[in-house]
């Protein structure tokens, strides 16, 4: 029977820590970049409060009306084409409805005043339950030029 020795210096063994290391944070940080997506894994963004919601908006760079309108609205518990298609809009900024299917929530409308072509009818909708946003979106409001997309404009 043969037997390998193998004589390793502090420093030589200090380096091979490191690499290992080294190949474990990077491989922590590839799956944690790799959780399916549309799962909100951030904190809960406060939206309680008239500021609250103001300074997510702004976070964004929209200029806000000084005004808003607030109405409170049930989510469907089921959902046609339109509602699946939303949620996937709200999916894709880190929200998803799903959990709030018959629940009533209050909706939030700002006026945005800083929109790139300055079209008239431009807002901001944001869905709180509980004090906390779920979803939202920026929108056109005209027959003729509508659209809707996330909170960033895309």
Request: charged share 25%.
């Amino acid at each position: 029977m043969k037997m390998l020795t193998l004589k390793l210096k502090p420093t030589t063994l200090f380096g091979i820590a490191l690499a290992l290391t080294g190949v474990v944070v990077i491989a922590l940080s590839f799956v944690s970049n790799k959780l399916p997506e549309g799962k909100n894994v951030s904190k809960p963004i406060s939206a309680l409060t008239d500021e609250d919601r103001r300074e997510y908006l702004e976070s964004y760079g929209w200029e806000l009306a000084a005004e808003y309108e607030e109405k409170e609205l049930t989510i469907p518990e089921k959902w046609n084409k339109v509602y699946s298609d939303y949620n996937k809009i709200q999916q894709s900024q880190g929200f998803d409805l799903t959990d709030y299917k018959g629940k009533s929530v209050r909706l939030f409308t700002y006026e945005i005043t800083n929109y790139e072509d300055e079209s008239v009818g431009i807002v901001a909708d944001m869905l709180v339950c509980d004090g906390v946003l779920i979803g939202g979106d920026i929108c056109n409001t005209s027959a003729e030029n509508g659209f809707l997309v996330g909170f960033n404009g895309e």
